[in-house]
């Protein structure tokens, strides 16, 4: 299964790792290389994540790490990965 990163995604995590870099660039590499890691692993088990507490669409999943939650979309070919966020009201913002 194919794994679909959106600009809304990529956006957020940008902006995240350059906020990381500033105090501790080691900390910020171990960051994205982890958190991208797990979203890798996604496709082999998708419905083991838990149904997104910001859609009411089943197929939307929610991924935690480290206090951040990765949302995703389950499509039949692929998964699109679309909001990165930490205590928020909507992902894609």
């Known amino acids: 299964m ?3 990163y959106e600009e809304s995604f990529v956006s957020r995590l940008e ?3 350059k906020y990381i870099t500033k105090d501790n660039p080691s900390a910020a590499k171990k960051f994205k290389k982890e958190i991208l890691s797990r ?3 996604i496709p ?3 419905e083991i994540y838990r149904k ?3 859609s009411n669409d089943s197929s939307v999943k929610d991924l935690i790490y ?3 939650t990765v949302v ?3 499509e039949p070919s ?3 990965v679309f909001g990165f966020l930490k205590h928020q009201e909507n992902p894609t913002d």
Do not use: A, W
């Open 72 to 74: 995703f979309k389950i």
């Open 78 to 80: 692929q998964i699109n």
């Open 2 to 4: 194919k794994i679909i």
């Open 52 to 54: 997104s507490i910001y």
């Open 39 to 41: 979203i890798k692993e």
């Open 15 to 17: 902006k995240q790792l």
């Open 44 to 46: 082999k088990y998708p």
């Open 66 to 68: 480290k206090g951040y």
